[in-house]
C-alpha cells in the first residue's frame, strides 16, 4: 500500500466552483503535512502547509485530521489559473517527502 | 538568486551509457535531494543529502550515485543507464537545521532523460 494516497481525478469544475481533495497517509508517525502544485512539465512548488487547527490561504483552506490520517484541500471561487496538479505531501522524518500521484483539476470557463 | 538550476534539461542516452545529472542551488540549503517522477507513479526520492560531506538513500537509489563535496552543489551519477531510468528527475533543496522541522523545499526545472 502506498504511504499517501490521492484520487487522481480528473476534477473538471467551472469557474467559481468550490472543489474538494482528499488525501490519506498510512503512517500515524508522520510530522509534517503539505500541499504542492504541480503545472504541467514544470517543477512542483509548495501551496500551503498543513496544520493540525486548520489553515486557509485567501481561496485555500487545508485540514489536518490526525485520528483519521486524512488530509483535505479546499478550493473556493476556482480560476482557470487554478487548472494544475495538486500533490499531497508527508514526511516522517522530515528529510524525505512522500509524495502523492496527484490529484488533476481543470478549471473551465 | 537563480534558485535551483539543473542541467541539461533534456538528455537521451543509450542503454549502458553514464553520465551525471548537474544541480545547483545558491541559497545555502543545507539539505538537497533527487527525485524521480514517472507517469502514474509520483514523485520517488532517490538520495538526499543534509549537508556536504553527507547523503543517504531514498526510496529508489539503486543504478545512482550521488557526491555533496560543496553545499551549493549535488550531482547524481547514472552508472550504466538503463530504459527502466527514462523519467523526469527533480533536484530539490531545503532550509533546514538537522533534526528540525524541514522546510519549504525547493524544486528545479527537472531534467527529461530518456534511455534506449
Known amino acids: 500500500r502506498k504511504e499517501v494516497e490521492q484520487d487522481p481525478g480528473p476534477f473538471n469544475v467551472p469557474e467559481g466552483a468550490t472543489v474538494a481533495f482528499n488525501c490519506t497517509y498510512s503512517?500515524?508517525?508522520?510530522?509534517?503535512f503539505f500541499w504542492y502544485r504541480q503545472d504541467c512539465r514544470k517543477e512542483p512548488k509548495l501551496l500551503m502547509s498543513?496544520?493540525?487547527s486548520g489553515n486557509e490561504d485567501g481561496r485555500f483552506t487545508a485540514q489536518l485530521n490526525r485520528a483519521s490520517q486524512y488530509i483535505s484541500l479546499l478550493i473556493r471561487d476556482s480560476k482557470l489559473s487554478d487548472s494544475a496538479t495538486y500533490l499531497c505531501?508527508?514526511?516522517?522524518?522530515?528529510?524525505?517527502?512522500?509524495f502523492g500521484k496527484g490529484t488533476s483539476l481543470l478549471v473551465t470557463p | 538568486n537563480a534558485g535551483v538550476t539543473q542541467t541539461p534539461k533534456f538528455q537521451v542516452l543509450k542503454t549502458g551509457q553514464s553520465m551525471t545529472l548537474q544541480c545547483a542551488q545558491d541559497?545555502?540549503?543545507?539539505?538537497m535531494s533527487w527525485y524521480r517522477q514517472d507517469p502514474g507513479m509520483g514523485l520517488r526520492l532517490i538520495h538526499y543529502?543534509?549537508?556536504?560531506?553527507?547523503?543517504d538513500q531514498g526510496e529508489v537509489p539503486n543504478g545512482y550515485n550521488v557526491s555533496r563535496s560543496t553545499t551549493e552543489d549535488f550531482p547524481l551519477r547514472l552508472l550504466s543507464a538503463a530504459p527502466s531510468q527514462t523519467s523526469v528527475y527533480f533536484c530539490?533543496?531545503?532550509?533546514?537545521?538537522?533534526?528540525?522541522?524541514?522546510?519549504?523545499?525547493?524544486f528545479g526545472p527537472g531534467t527529461r532523460l530518456t534511455v534506449l
Open positions: 543529502s543534509v549537508g556536504a560531506g553527507i547523503t
Open positions: 505531501v508527508v514526511t516522517l522524518s522530515g528529510y524525505a517527502l512522500n
Open positions: 503512517n500515524s508517525a508522520s510530522q509534517s
Open positions: 530539490a533543496s531545503s532550509y533546514s537545521k538537522v533534526g528540525a522541522r524541514l522546510n519549504e523545499q525547493f
Open positions: 498543513v496544520y493540525s
Open positions: 541559497m545555502n540549503h543545507e539539505y
